[in-house]
């Protein structure tokens, strides 16, 4: 599970976006293929993750920060 922002934060969107930053980081990573950190043609859900929390930090210059469970390297299951 991954949250877009912690409980102390808001959650920002922006019409640069066309979404909420968390929203446009996670299509970005995906239909563009970015979030495959390791090359190997599969997005699995803690390259999401990492790629997910990066952008979103990046984008917004640590005004948001997404938030996750532990991972779980059992459930580190393919995306896409």
Known sequence: MISSAS???????SAQ???GVFTFSVLQGLM?????LDRDG???VSELREYVVGEVH???RGAQ???SRREN???DFPVL
């Open 7 to 13: 409980g102390a934060e808001f959650a920002l969107e």
């Open 17 to 19: 976006w066309q979404n």
């Open 32 to 36: 563009s293929g970015s979030a495959d």
């Open 42 to 44: 599969t997005i699995r």
């Open 58 to 60: 990046r984008l917004t």
């Open 65 to 67: 920060t997404p938030t």
């Open 73 to 75: 390297l059992e459930f």
